[in-house]
């Protein structure tokens, strides 16, 4: 079985990534590395970056992912999400939404992989989001509770609201397809 490191001690995002990663016979393993996140205006140049660095402190094929969460109108926060997220407070949030023309929003999400030779290969997408009128769900998390699927009535913090792994798991595919296909 062939195998590729993920930059993460995250074991539940081990998981997501084996369960699309042993469909092609390959095995996802934790590395973890104090490689500090640089600021950068796209998820895929902090992608970029930490896979570049982790392989050149291990020449191991390493993948690292990263999301962003924008409001359209506002194309903000993106790569400061958790940032703002901390910062700025569910409510705060829809006050500000209000005050704009549209409820769109969308997450960016980027891959970026270092194969055996060190060669960088990127991966990005977008995940159209609604921002809800009302807050809703698990008080424990914060912009989730107005974030939700076009044509969705629950947001992230309801239950069953943001269980769809096959959504967020297409770089993770895209990476394994092109692993499975490399000699």
């Given at each position: ?159 069953g609201g943001a269980d769809r792994t096959s959504l967020w798991a297409r770089n993770y595919e895209a990476i394994a ?7």
């Amino acid at each position: 079985m062939k195998h590729v490191y993920i930059l993460t001690g995250n074991t539940d995002k081990i998981k997501a990534a084996n369960h699309i990663f042993h469909k092609f016979e390959i095995e996802v393993l934790p590395l973890e590395l104090d490689i500090p996140e640089i600021q950068a205006s796209t998820s895929a140049e902090i992608a970029r970056h930490a896979v570049e660095q982790a392989y050149k402190l291990t020449d191991k094929p390493v993948i690292r992912e990263d999301h962003s969460f924008y409001i359209t109108e506002l194309h903000f926060p993106g790569p400061f999400m958790a940032y703002a997220d901390k910062s700025i407070s569910a409510e705060q949030l829809l006050k500000i939404v209000d005050t704009l023309e549209s409820r769109k929003a969308y997450f960016e999400l980027a891959a970026a992989y270092a194969d055996n030779q060190g060669q960088v290969h990127e991966f990005s997408y977008q995940v159209p989001i609604v921002i809800s009128s009302k807050i809703r769900g698990n008080d424990q998390l914060g912009w989730e509770r107005l974030m939700m699927l076009p044509g969705d009535t629950r947001t992230f913090a309801e239950p069953g609201g943001a269980d769809r792994t096959s959504l967020w798991a297409r770089n993770y595919e895209a990476i394994a397809q092109l692993i499975h296909e490399q000699k």
